[in-house]
């Protein structure tokens, strides 16, 4: 089972799915079938990794002032209170502290893009928290803990943006919606990184990479990126199956990572 850094966009998205959401629906239907999908987005930040264990998640709308048609919007998936235990045992087992959320929904980092990939709802759902303060190495440490579940037929799918600067997207769309060249810049980096195995500069991108406060302001959007690498495995090899850019200023790589084992 391979595992995927994929983007959220804006909540828009999941209105207007573009080039990006078409990619994410055709790499959906190349997956094997899995037993359920562990959703790590940057939307749902904690102390210590916490993983939801409801048996039917909400839709959460945690976002304001966009149309009325997308508070509508629903993701009936279920939970999978029995995968979030093993969830668990995993990450213990890896030496990290981790808890239980029984009430945890799923937020816009989560279900706009499983609603594209998975649109009938039908493969239960894990939440999985993101732990920001903990940084890069947290975040590939906490994608290490779950490289064995795989194994199992979960599918971690990990969602956030390779940029990710809200007010340089005001300023674009007030300046004839011109794309920053960093934007482009800072998701070519990466990409030469992530499948080059240039893991050491990735866990410090802050220093090596160009523009890396002004891409991510704050680490938590990139952050994903670090736990779907993790989780196919210290060896894995990286594939980018989208690139482009949405809203002037989103990134929205995609890639998949598969285990060395299963290469």
Known sequence: ????????????FALRPSAAGA??????????APRAIIIVSPHWDTAVPTVGSSAQPETAHDFGGFAEEL??????????P????????AIHAAGLPAELAPRQG?????WVPLRLMFPEADVPVIPLSLQSRGGPQQAYRLGLALAKLGEKGFLVIASGNLTHNLQDYFVASRNDGQTPSYVR?????????????????????????????????TDEHLLPLYVA???????????????GIDDYVLAMDAYTFTPQHAA
């Open 185 to 217: 810049d800072f998701a070519e980096w990466i990409a030469d990184r992530v499948e080059n195995q240039g893991l050491e500069d990735m866990l410090n991108y802050r220093v090596t990479a160009p523009n890396a406060a002004r891409a991510h302001p």
């Open 229 to 243: 690498w993790g989780a196919a495995g210290a060896d894995a090899k990286a594939e980018r199956f989208y690139s």
């Open 1 to 12: 089972m391979p595992t995927l850094f994929v983007p959220h966009g804006a909540p828009t």
């Open 71 to 80: 508070y509508r919007i629903q993701y009936p998936a279920t939970g999978c």
């Open 106 to 110: 799923l937020d816009h980092g989560a």
């Open 23 to 32: 990619a994410l629906a055709t790499m959906a239907k190349k997956l094997p």
């Open 82 to 89: 029995e995968g979030a235990q093993e969830v668990i045992k």
